[in-house]
T-cell receptor, first 114, second 112 residues
Framework: DVKVTQSSRYLVKRTGEKVFLECVQD?????MFWYRQDPGLGLRLIYF???????EKGDIPEGYSVSREKKERFSLILESASTNQTSMYLC?????????????FGPGTRLTVL | GEDVEQSLFLSVREGDSSVINCTYT??????LYWYKQEPGAGLQLLTY?????DMKQDQRLTVLLNKKDKHLSLRIADTQTGDSAIYFC????????????FGKGTSLLVTP
């Protein structure tokens, strides 16, 4: 079974702090994604990566950066957290060239910025 | 990305069929997906359909695709209280890299 894990289920941070959200997948997937999920807005893509050290902006990259130093790990960084970044963050991975390009999701990190 | 639209809420009685509808705008969509999210959890792939198919059945789930109208539906037969969740429709567009384009999700409430 594919497993995507996220470092924390719940996180509380203060405005201005630097925040790291970690995601690890164990299926040697090339592609990894970070989304945020907000009520009434669904899932919005922040960044994705299709290879080590490669990254592409999604629909809402402002205020975020990412790091992909190893194939299995994709980190989302909030350089200076703000209250409007309070949200549920979901990581996903997929395999290039797979039959369906299905994305497998982690359990999510609920981040609260005070 | 292009729009994927879903109704936000659906309420059904236990044992009835549920039909969740989705429309998409990009005619180059190659795969279309249904994901389920239970409270407090991540998204779980339920089923998918390739764009050259018009129907796919998987136990209690039936997916219908009308490519001409860009309309996708998910039918859940004999709906149970455990089916209460948010259901997301998503499409994969062949020339957009590997990201999926999600709808806002339909909250399904199953009442006894």
């Amino acid at each position: 079974d594919v497993k995507v894990t996220q470092s924390s289920r719940y996180l509380v941070k203060r405005t201005g702090e630097k925040v790291f959200l970690e995601c690890v997948q164990d299926m040697d997937h090339e592609n990894m994604f970070w989304y945020r999920q907000d009520p009434g807005l669904g899932l919005r893509l922040i960044y994705f990566s299709y290879d080590v050290k490669m990254k592409e902006k999604g629909d809402i990259p402002e205020g975020y950066s990412v790091s992909r130093e190893k194939k299995e790990r994709f980190s989302l960084i909030l350089e200076s957290a703000s209250t409007n970044q309070t949200s549920m963050y979901l990581c996903a991975s997929s395999s290039t060239g797979g039959a369906t390009d299905t994305q497998y999701f982690g359990p999510g990190t609920r981040l609260t910025v005070l | 990305g292009e729009d994927v639209e879903q109704s936000l809420f659906l309420s059904v009685r236990e044992g009835d069929s549920s039909v969740i509808n989705c429309t998409y705008t990009d005619s180059s969509s190659t795969y279309l997906y249904w994901y389920k999210q239970e409270p407090g959890a991540g998204l779980q792939l339920l089923t998918y359909i390739f764009s050259n198919m018009d129907m796919k059945q998987d136990q209690r789930l039936t997916v219908l695709l009308n490519k001409k109208d860009k309309h996708l539906s998910l039918r859940i037969a004999d709906t149970q209280t455990g089916d209460s969740a948010i259901y997301f429709c998503a499409d994969l567009v062949s020339n957009s890299g590997y990201a999926l384009n999600f709808g806002k999700g339909t909250s399904l409430l199953v009442t006894p």
